[in-house]
């Protein structure tokens, strides 16, 4: 189904002709959408960056980090979505294993030496 | 219903969970920033962010229907919706057990009520004490912990 579905999509123009449908204007809502959450991304991330480098104890490094990692994942589907490739696609859930990976080791590090200021 | 009306309902939702997931997003580092204190930080920031990567994973599927991007889409919806809230929550015991105070208006600490009533207190599981041990300290019956009681039971 989603294969026959995906083939169908390639010729998606040649059937808007054909049928006489505008389905246009729903991709290029889409990619405005998209422009407006890659600068919101990054205002969210800069934001990130100064909670991780002003945090006043280490915890508050630790989820900085953990939510940076998470938004640095969205920030891929974004290019996913934007350069219409599946190549992209596999660092996603890479990506989301070593955040969590790091979580951990941040959180054993915390309860083992993370004494507060 | 063509391959035209697929494609164009595909875009509309895909706009609709980006947006979505955009406003979650966007609203858990507000809270990351605004909020007094670190549990307070991760109470704002777990849910909002597993939730704005859902509404961004919903919209990859929606844009393109291909069997690819769903099967790596649904596993990693289920990795993040298991793997970031238990992140947290280590995050959270383990400043909680370095000794990070809360903000001066918390209400309650029930987990450092419990710490000081002894309730976390468990002894070890009885398989795991080897019989020199066991026979030198036999296991006392404490009457007033009802986790005790229950265990002797």
Redesign the interface.
Known sequence: M??T??Q??E??AE??VA?D?D?TW??S??FG??D??VV??F??IM??L??LLRGP?L??R???A??LG??V??LV??L??KL?S?MY??A??IM??MG?AS??A???Y??RH???V | M????????G??L??IC??F??FF??V??IG??RFPD?YG??HA?TKC??L??LG??L??IF????????T??V??II??FI??P???H??A???H?????LWDKTLSDELAEDRESGRLTQPPEPHLVDEATRAANPPAADVDDPISMKRAM
Request: charged share 10%.
């Open positions: 989603m294969f579905l995906a169908h999509v010729h998606a059937a808007a049928a449908i389905a729903a991709r809502l889409l959408v998209v407006v959450g919101a991304l205002v969210t934001w990130c100064y909670r104890q915890v508050d630790a989820i900085a953990d939510t998470l938004q994942v969205g589907v974004l996913t979505i219409e599946l696609f596999d996603v859930l989301s294993i969590f979580t951990v941040f959180a054993q915390i309860a993370g004494k507060p | 063509n391959a035209t009306h697929i494609h164009l309902v875009d509309l895909a706009a980006l947006s997931g955009l997003m966007v858990g580092v990351l920033n670190a930080r991760l920031t962010v597993t704005g990567l961004f994973l919209a990859a844009h393109r229907l291909h069997l690819a991007i769903f790596k889409a596993m990693t990795f993040v793997a970031n238990v992140g947290s280590m995050i015991k383990a400043a057990k370095a000794g990070y105070k």
